[in-house]
T-cell receptor
Framework: SQQGEEDPQALSIQEGENATMNCSYK?????LQWYRQNSGRGLVHLIL?????REKHSGRLRVTLDTSKKSSSLLITASRAADTASYFC???????????FGEGTQLTVNP | GAVVSQHPSWVICKSGTSVKIECRSL??????MFWYRQFPKQSLMLMAT?????????EQGVEKDKFLINHASLTLSTLTVTSAHPEDSSFYIC????????????FGSGTRLTVV
């Protein structure tokens, strides 16, 4: 069963705007990861944040983690039409163990 | 970077037949691979964890006799959907960990199975 919940389920913005997606989880984690999936394709790993980290950046991506609230957010700045995809958070307990995925956010960036 | 190759990317089969999906780690050894199923506009549901040289661990509700998993080498895991039915139509995705010091997982490109 999926333990993660993401909101919003769908987000539509204009190119150049920022997109923020949120993820909540229920159990203790070792790390939280964000993935991107283009329609009908596999997942691409975007960024990983460990439980002892609060914020991480990678290019136009910024991830925050609040373990006290069991939540994370993914911010995509200066969005582009090519960012249109589904975004999933996934929590992991220890290295090499199973991931538990959230329900995903469908992001549409309009040119 | 770590690459996982999954084949076929799509397959159409008749009810009652079996379909094999392959997942290969191309540039790393994957002791463990994971098989997921995804319905349209939904998240990934873990079906089973495939361990090299041992029996796969199936999630609750997943029929192991229907979804046969073989992980005979450190670079290849296969999922066979036996006696396929239309309700087995779905998107199947495999993933593997890239190994030491890397917590992210690499995913195959997925297989769209349509059973007619």
């Amino acid at each position: 069963s999926q333990q993660g919940e993401e909101d919003p389920q769908a987000l539509s913005i204009q190119e150049g705007e920022n997109a923020t997606m949120n993820c909540s989880y229920k159990t203790s984690i070792n790390n939280l990861q964000w993935y991107r999936q283009n329609s009908g394709r596999g997942l691409v790993h975007l960024i990983l944040i460990r439980s002892n980290e609060r914020e991480k950046h990678s290019g136009r991506l910024r991830v925050t983690l609040d373990t006290s609230k069991k939540s994370s957010s993914l911010l995509i700045t200066a969005s582009r039409a090519a960012d249109t995809a589904s975004y999933f958070c996934a929590t992991g307990s220890v290295r090499g163990s199973r991931l538990t995925f959230g329900e995903g956010t469908q992001l549409t960036v309009n040119p | 970077g770590a690459v996982v190759s999954q084949h076929p990317s799509w397959v159409i089969c008749k009810s009652g037949t079996s379909v094999k999906i392959e997942c290969r780690s191309l540039d790393f050894q994957a002791t463990t691979m994971f098989w997921y199923r995804q319905f349209p506009k939904q998240s990934l549901m873990l079906m089973a964890t495939s361990n090299e040289g041992s029996k796969a661990t199936y999630e609750q509700g997943v029929e192991k006799d229907k979804f046969l998993i073989n992980h005979a080498s450190l670079t290849l895991s296969t999922l066979t959907v036996t006696s396929a039915h239309p309700e087995d139509s779905s998107f199947y995705i495999c993933s593997a960990s890239a190994g030491l010091g890397h917590y992210g997982y690499t995913f195959g490109s997925g297989t769209r199975l349509t059973v007619v």
